[in-house]
């Protein structure tokens, strides 16, 4: 099962190396990590996917827990979150299909970020299963030249938060 497991960590040099070692040392494989800085300078907050049984997903919990930089772990699968990934994408559209392309692209909430027919680019933020679909659905119409993808973002729903106790 995909499990978003979102870390708040000790914004400090190695910290980042030492969780992704974790993973690796371990055998668990990350399909995708954003990191940055949160509100309080001194923190950053990973957002991590990976795919793993409940059982396999609590051990790398546990496991992260006892790491000195980490400061708290959720794996926010196991509530209700809210979860969004950006996708860039760069097409190559032809002439007569560049309004139906750019007219696709806005019903799905989407932004042409630059029309040029050689180099036509696109952004959406969506959910994982969302942004599959919109890429499959425009590379039928136009070229798919390039696939640039944030991974998934995630925040808990009202009720959890993910913060620095202190």
């Known amino acids: 099962m995909r499990h978003i497991i979102a870390i708040l960590l000790q914004n400090e040099a190695g910290a980042l190396t030492r ?8 055998g668990y494989n990350i399909e995708s990590l954003s990191v940055a800085a949160t509100y309080d300078p001194t923190v950053s907050r990973i957002t991590l996917v990976t795919k793993g049984s409940d059982a396999v997903i609590q051990q790398i919990v546990n496991q992260l827990n006892k790491l000195i930089d980490v400061v708290s772990v959720e794996d926010m699968t196991t509530g209700e979150h809210i979860e969004r990934e950006l996708v860039l994408l760069k097409l190559k559209v032809r002439p007569e ?3 139906a392309v750019r007219g696709y692209v806005v019903r799905n909430a989407g932004r ?7 180099a036509f680019i696109v952004e959406l933020t969506a959910s994982e299963a969302e942004i599959n679909k919109f890429i499959a659905d425009l590379s039928a119409g136009a070229e798919l030249l ?3 993808r944030s991974g998934a973002l995630g925040i808990s729903r009202i009720g959890r938060n993910l913060r620095v106790v202190r």
């Open 112 to 118: 042409v970020i630059d029309p040029a027919s050689e």
């Open 146 to 148: 390039e696939v640039v």
């Open 97 to 99: 299909q560049a309004d």
């Open 19 to 26: 969780v992704a070692g974790l993973f690796s040392t371990r």
